[in-house]
């Protein structure tokens, strides 16, 4: 009789002794990206978001109405469906921000893997710390698709949560060499100042905690990973030349996004997934003008990441490119997981458990 895959929690993970590595991460999200552009690797997203009355109408939650102070309430449900050349994958993930008012992250991730072809269930893990450090791929790979050839480059992060913390850690293994230091921000700079607190004594990389956008025009990297609810700068306070690496909503103003299409360059992990999502600044600048980010992006030259390869080592205009987040980085960065620790045939969590017995 075949086995029903258990649920492996974080919980478990961290008793394991499970390890989130910046380098294996890069490669797993590298194998993921190859795989796409050789159309190997698909996937689709899905969200369901609630309007907010109906969580305000509540007596238990009517008093965290205020206490948001510019973030985004982000209640939704979403699906993330994918399949590669071994593995197949449906993340689930639940987002509402006043989860943190209660003591728990904004969301929280599941995964099942399943295989490709018989697609029968392998494993089903929590994947709230796969999610963020997934996402910090995007880091490592537009430091490497952009300033491979840098010194002394300066980063500004806009937010200090999970994918903040693993974005700083990802910089501190790729970033040596390259990266002089990281000025984060957050909204109210308490988070900030305990990530950089956090990190103080991690080799290889210098970070500072600020508390306005000052040095935000000495950056040449800028990262929003905040959950804000309206942009976090100015047109006229970021670098002519910026690449701007936008992980959140509507973080980034519409003069910069025009700036961005007039003289520089536009990049999606994927147009269309961006435009149907409409959350991200670049979509909504298209929908607040009666039209969509996948009607009118390409024709102002909007490209998919995954059809744009060679940098030159940098540029002397503007780029931004915007991630929704792929359900495919999610399928391979949890494959890797499930290969390295929890595989009946190699992984080291069966090992432990074998040993155990013996």
């Not at 552009?37 to 109408?57: D, I």
């Not at 670098?239 to 103003?253: I, S």
């Not at 998919?304 to 991630?323: H, Q, R």
Request: overall charge positive; glycine content about 8%.
């Amino acid at each position: 009789m075949e086995s029903t895959p258990r649920y492996i929690s974080l919980a478990e993970m961290k008793r394991l002794g499970v390890r989130l590595e910046a380098s294996a991460l890069h490669d797993a999200a590298r194998a993921a990206w190859s795989d796409i552009r050789l159309g190997q690797a698909h996937g689709l997203k899905s969200v369901l978001s609630f309007p907010e009355a109906a969580l305000w109408n509540q007596p238990q939650f009517e008093a965290y109405r205020d206490t948001l102070q510019g973030e985004r309430l982000g209640w939704k449900l979403s699906a993330l469906s994918s399949v590669g050349t071994r593995y197949a994958a449906v993340k689930v993930v639940g987002a509402n921000a006043i989860n943190r008012r209660l003591g728990q992250p904004r969301s929280t991730s599941t995964i099942l893997l399943l295989d490709n072809f018989t697609l029968r269930p392998l494993c089903v893990m929590d994947g709230t710390d796969i999610s963020a450090a997934r996402t910090a791929t995007y880091a490592s790979m537009a430091l490497e698709l952009f300033f491979p050839k840098t010194e002394e480059l300066t980063v500004f992060l806009f937010g200090a949560g999970p994918i903040a913390e693993q974005i700083i850690r990802v910089l501190g293994h790729f970033g040596h060499g390259i990266i002089s230091k990281i000025f984060v921000r957050s909204r109210s700079g308490t988070s900030a100042h305990q990530l950089v607190k956090r990190h103080r004594h991690s080799p290889g990389i210098r970070l500072e905690a600020v508390a306005d956008n000052q040095r935000l025009r000495d950056c040449r990297f800028v990262i929003t990973a905040s959950n804000a609810s309206a942009p976090v700068f100015e047109s006229t306070e970021i670098c002519p030349n910026a690449v701007v690496l936008h992980l959140g909503g509507d973080e980034t103003p519409s003069g910069h996004i025009q700036n961005v299409l007039r003289r520089g360059l536009a990049l999606c992990d994927d147009v269309s997934m961006v435009s149907r999502r409409n959350s991200q600044s670049l979509a909504l600048y298209f929908s607040r003008m009666g039209s969509t980010l996948e009607q009118l992006g390409p024709v102002l030259g909007v490209l998919n990441l995954k059809d744009f390869c060679d940098a030159g080592g940098g540029s002397e205009f503007p780029i931004l490119i915007t991630c929704v987040g792929l359900p495919m980085l999610d399928l391979y960065v949890a494959a890797h997981v499930y290969e390295t620790w929890f595989s009946p045939d190699g992984g080291m969590a069966s090992s432990v458990q074998s040993s155990s017995k013996n």
